[in-house]
């Protein structure tokens, strides 16, 4: 069956400081950037999974550049404050998160789902989510034989999570032993 509702939702990664006065590069880990890390956005920066306490961050400057958002938060006003930041995670409450349109999947929702053939022919488990440039790829744990990347599309892939399945429209070297 699929993971369990996460309590938060990784939505980016503090790369490193940039620059003296406390700006941040931040990996995107949010399908909605835009919308995100705009002014005034509270994020809670740590492991979400972790016992240790998550420090709150509120963003005060956000700029695309290069892929990244650059970043200023309240309180880090130089390079000494926004260097313990690097490495951290920054997450927001799952009830915070946009709903979804019917194709569209939370992660948590897709990893353990038993994946079929189309002739209902068991096949493995959904052990990852890859992202990709063009789509994301999941990582097929197959009964006798490591592991197969499977497109994530409409045209080979369909979420039924009612039934705790996917179905994979198979072809010759898709899901078949190496």
Do not use: K, N
Request: aromatic share 2%; net charge negative.
């Amino acid at each position: 069956m699929a993971e369990p509702a996460p309590a938060r939702m990784i939505v980016g990664r503090v790369l490193r400081p940039h620059g003296l006065r406390g700006e941040l590069i931040v990996e995107i880990l949010s399908d909605a950037p835009e919308q995100r890390f705009v002014p005034g956005a509270e994020f809670a920066a740590g492991d979400p999974e972790s016992a240790e306490p998550l420090r709150r961050l509120v963003v005060g400057v956000a700029r695309l550049h290069q892929g990244r958002m650059l970043l200023t938060f309240e309180g880090v006003e130089d390079r000494d404050a926004a260097d313990p930041l690097r490495g951290l995670l920054l997450s927001i409450p799952a009830s915070a998160a946009r709903e979804l349109a019917a194709d569209e999947f939370w992660r948590h929702q897709l990893l353990g789902l038993e994946v079929v053939d189309q002739h209902g022919d068991h096949r493995g488990v959904v052990s990852d989510v890859v992202p990709g440039a063009a789509h994301d790829l999941l990582e097929v744990r197959r009964p006798d034989a490591g592991t197969a990347l499977v497109p994530a599309v409409a045209a080979l892939v369909e979420v039924q999570l009612g039934e705790g399945r996917l179905v994979v429209q198979t072809m010759p070297g898709l899901l078949d032993p190496e």
